[in-house]
Each structure stands twice: as structure tokens, then as C-alpha cells.
């Protein structure tokens, strides 16, 4: 197998994992398979040097296409996360604003200042 078969092949790997439909199953291990692809992707990258054959050429191509496709799925999965967090630290301030209401009022409510002498 070819340099740019591997880097095919992990590139294939990666596009199924952000396909399936286990990202909202097991997220956090979902995330981590990602990360060791793409490290393993970046790793055969790195080896890849010219001259290319004709046959790299095509194979470069199909990962470059691949590769965009990838990097607007992992996009749309970060702003998924994204917003996931924003939901879950509002509805930790509503509970915290639920239990106490009172908290973030001051100490000097209703007070007067006499100015006349």
C-alpha cells in the first residue's frame, strides 16, 4: 500500500465516524477516535513528499474533497457542542437562581442621605 492510500484510508475512517450516528450516543468517545485520526492522518501527511505519481495525484485529490466534507461536519459538531454548553450553564444559573433568589442583592437597599443642615 502507498503513502496516499494510508492517508486515504484514515481519511475514509474519519468520514465515517462524523456519518454515524454514535457522536450523540457516546460523544466523549466519539471525540477521542477523532483526535487519534486525525493525529494519525497528520502523521502520514507529514511523510508524504514529492514526486507524486498519477495515481497519488487522483488519490490526493478524492482526500481533498474528503477533507472538506470532513472539516464542515466537525463545524457543524463543534457549534452542536457549543451550543449545549450555553444550555447547560443557563439552566446551572437558573438552579442556582431558583434556590436562592435573594443572593445578589446589596445591603443597601432603601437608604437615604439627609442633605439639608
Do not use: A, C, W
Not at 33 to 57: A, C, H, M, V, W
Not at 84 to 111: A, C, H, R
Request: aromatic content about 6%; glycine content about 6%; proline content about 3%.
Amino acid at each position: 500500500m502507498n503513502r496516499m492510500e494510508q492517508v486515504y484510508e484514515t481519511t475514509m475512517e474519519l468520514h465515517q465516524l462524523l456519518d454515524g450516528e454514535k457522536i450523540k450516543e457516546n460523544r466523549d468517545g466519539t471525540i477521542d477516535s477523532i483526535n487519534k485520526l486525525l493525529g494519525k492522518r497528520s502523521d502520514l501527511l507529514k511523510g508524504i513528499e514529492p514526486p507524486y505519481t498519477d495515481q497519488e495525484k487522483e488519490v490526493g485529490q478524492q482526500v481533498v474533497q474528503l477533507d472538506r466534507v470532513i472539516q464542515s461536519k466537525m463545524g457543524m459538531l463543534f457549534q452542536t457542542i457549543k451550543s449545549e454548553i450555553k444550555t447547560v450553564k443557563k439552566q446551572k444559573q437558573s438552579n442556582q437562581k431558583y434556590k436562592n433568589p435573594y443572593q445578589n442583592l446589596s445591603n443597601f437597599d432603601g437608604m437615604f442621605l439627609d442633605s439639608k443642615k
